[in-house]
T-cell receptor, first 115, second 114 residues
Framework: QQQVKQSPQSLIVQKGGISIINCAYE??????FPWYQQFPGKGPALLIA?????SEKKEGRFTISFNKSAKQFSLHIMDSQPGDSATYFC??????????????FGSGTRLSIRP | DTGVSQDPRHKITKRGQNVTFRCDPI?????LYWYRQTLGQGPEFLTY????????KSRLLSDRFSAERPKGSFSTLEIQRTEQGDSAMYLC????????????FGPGTRLTVL
């Protein structure tokens, strides 16, 4: 059972454009939604995260939009740069302090920014 | 470097051999996680420790897999009688108990079973 569904699988964006990656989740017990960035041969790096009590979070060029009723969230990368070319994973996990703090990852989006 | 470290970075072994990986978490982090990532997929949870106690194991963790964190610091993941299907990137992550959702990943150990 895929608890976090991510799309698209791959994405090509022109330099300076907006990259948008979408995710949907099923389990309403999830209450923490991070995005990870992974370069080839490296481990995933935490990029930005949101909790369901807010609808948007922005950090620099990266913005998460969150729709609790639709159980969907998305990552927007503004002014996309060649250095943003990487694989992006959306993810979800449950409440802190519980034993269920494992992260459930989406299948990933390979983003390529054309110069 | 104060991040999560893993050793070795790459391991090539023959089917049937045993392998052991090591993870050193960020020093003040009391939670440590192991994940497995196959090519083109997101990481999948294997197991996690709070201090030295192993609190959860995934059904992905067959009897051939064992993990330890003897003193609540570094952790080892051993795979016995390796199979070709074990070929993957094994990732370690750590988090601070009070903010356990924020997990920081190491560079991973790439295992290839021939």
């Amino acid at each position: 059972q895929q608890q976090v569904k991510q799309s698209p699988q791959s994405l090509i964006v022109q330099k300076g454009g907006i990259s948008i990656i979408n995710c949907a989740y099923e389990n309403t017990a999830f209450d923490y939604f991070p995005w990870y960035q992974q370069f080839p041969g490296k481990g995933p790096a935490l990029l930005i995260a949101i909790r369901p009590d807010v609808s948007e979070k922005k950090e620099g060029r990266f913005t998460i939009s969150f729709n609790k009723s639709a159980k969907q969230f998305s990552l927007h990368i503004m002014d996309s740069q060649p250095g943003d070319s990487a694989t992006y994973f959306c993810a979800a996990s449950m409440r802190e302090y519980s034993s269920a703090s494992k992260i459930i990852f989406g299948s990933g989006t390979r983003l390529s920014i054309r110069p | 470097d104060t991040g999560v470290s893993q050793d070795p970075r790459h391991k090539i072994t023959k089917r049937g051999q045993n392998v052991t990986f090591r993870c050193d978490p960020i020093s003040e982090h009391n939670r440590l996680y192991w994940y497995r990532q196959t090519l083109g997929q997101g990481p999948e949870f294997l197991t996690y420790f709070q201090n030295e106690a192993q609190l959860e194991k995934s059904r992905l963790l067959s009897d051939r897999f064992s993990a330890e964190r003897p003193k609540g610091s570094f952790s080892t993941l051993e795979i016995q009688r390796t199979e070709q299907g074990d070929s993957a990137m094994y990732l370690c992550a750590s988090s601070l108990g009070s903010r356990s959702n924020e997990q920081f990943f190491g560079p991973g150990t790439r295992l290839t079973v021939l």
